[in-house]
């Protein structure tokens, strides 16, 4: 009798457990045709926000509009684990029509085919030869292959108080020196005005990547740029001790005190709190400042060039929609990719969510033309002039680093290492990094 009963209790426990995986597995499957007969796609976000999820379900409405027998189903994990959502959803081989996919994500997606190859369909699309340069380069940064349709693109760009400038009769600064020279000239301790809202906290090692960047200009290996063309680790060069100088006079000269430990919140609210004339950001500041500043007191400007490589590089990140490789329907899923990809669509996703558009045709509309983004738009104009530099974030030790150099950088604004000493140190690091690739 004991046995029957353990027996049953077995047999119920199996029950019970196959159905909590049955009921798992309903919660994160779906059909892929619906009740009224309509093809369902399934598109999963992963930059989600409120206000980002409502602007994108007004885009999927007026798409169903245009193509009555698709249905698309939105799904918007929160923002903190979206990511790793995607990628168990995509490990477990769900049926993912189309899916955010960012610069940092692409690799390991397509390394593990989890998304398409979209060249069959970029090849007869239109609208891929109206693309910036930009785009096309995130687009394709994985084997020269595009595995997703970046949707906007993130660049910094010069903030400016352009009362201040036009008070003191200067004009917006073109090349790092001169930065540098209308920050000291701006900077009035007694007034609390600096002339440059300084990162020295957590996030600094962006700076001293651009700047090295673009002094060294074309020397640097776009697609390694932590090395020259020649190999040379970047910060075994006499343009990298110049980037030192630079950027230690300018939090010595012309920054807030406290701005050693600022990251991207203190940084933000120094310039739009009147306390800073200059700040390098992203897009997203645009509104930011619009929203909390009178307008006609501030501007932008295309990033600062080196000296005398008469060129500004930054890394250009991107992210964008992608098909899932498990997809039951994927023509229909490059229709909605193509949708939201087009110039139309995508210069009202631009607008209202504070990005850089894709297309080129975007420089023509005033909104982009005219205001704050004209200077995104002039640099994308002139590619040249302003080129793109891919981060070594294939590189084991790429996250060791940058942890590393955030404290080392407060200590060089401290005094309390040299900068031949940092030099050393991360010319050590990134030579045995490449050895180590190898």
């Known amino acids: 009798m004991l046995f029957l009963k353990k027996g049953f209790v ?153 009362d201040w400038f036009e008070e003191a009769g200067l004009k917006a600064p073109e090349t790092w020196d001169e930065l540098v020279d209308d920050a000291i000239k701006l900077t009035d301790p ?83 709190s009147g306390m800073t004339a200059m700040l390098i950001q992203d897009p997203e500041v645009i509104v930011t400042a619009d929203q909390n500043m009178k307008k006609g007191t501030w501007a932008t400007a295309p990033l600062p060039k080196g000296t005398p490589s008469g060129v500004a590089q930054q890394p250009a990140g991107t992210a964008g929609w992608g098909i899932g490789a498990f997809s039951k329907h994927k023509a229909e899923a490059w229709k909605l990719v193509a949708f939201l990809s087009s110039p139309e669509q995508n210069l009202y996703f631009a607008k209202n969510n504070s990005l850089i558009p894709i297309h080129l045709s975007a420089g023509d509309d005033p909104y982009f033309k005219e205001g704050y983004f004209s200077s995104y738009i002039k640099m994308n104009a002139k590619p040249d002039e302003f080129l793109i530099a891919d981060r070594p974030v294939e590189y084991k030790g790429y996250a060791e680093y940058r942890s590393m150099a955030e404290k080392d950088i407060q200590a060089l604004l401290l005094g309390k290492l040299t900068k031949e000493d940092a030099l050393a140190k991360w010319t050590d690091f990134w030579k045995k990094e490449k050895a180590n690739k190898k």
């Open 190 to 272: 007694k007034k609390n005005r600096y002339g440059y809202s300084f990162r020295g906290g957590a996030g600094s090692p962006d700076y001293i990547e651009f700047m090295t960047w673009s002094y060294l200009g074309k020397k640097i290996a776009p697609k390694d740029a932590y090395f020259t063309t020649d190999g040379n680790v970047m910060f075994d060069t006499p343009e990298a001790k110049q980037v030192l100088d630079t950027f230690v006079n300018l939090y010595k000269k012309a920054s807030p005190p406290d701005s050693v430990s600022w990251s991207y919140p203190e940084m933000v609210q120094g310039f739009t």
């Open 10 to 162: 077995i047999w119920m426990s199996l029950l019970l457990f196959m159905g909590i995986i049955a009921g798992c597995s309903s919660s994160t499957t779906s059909k892929s045709k619906s009740d009224d007969g309509k093809v369902k796609l399934r598109m999963v976000e992963s930059i989600t926000s409120p206000a980002r999820t409502k602007l994108l379900r007004e885009m999927l409405d007026k798409f169903e509009k245009e193509n009555p027998k698709i249905k698309v189903e939105l799904i918007s994990p929160p923002l903190k684990s979206a990511d790793e959502k995607i990628s168990q959803m995509l490990m477990a081989k769900e049926d993912i029509d189309v899916l955010e996919v960012r610069e940092q994500t692409v690799k390991n997606f397509s390394n593990n085919k989890f998304i398409e190859d979209l060249s069959p369909y970029t090849t007869k699309w239109n609208d891929w030869n109206t693309l910036t340069e930009t785009i096309k380069h995130g687009a394709t940064a994985v084997d020269n292959k595009p595995y997703y349709i970046p949707y906007g693109v993130y660049e910094k760009t010069l903030f400016y108080r352009k």
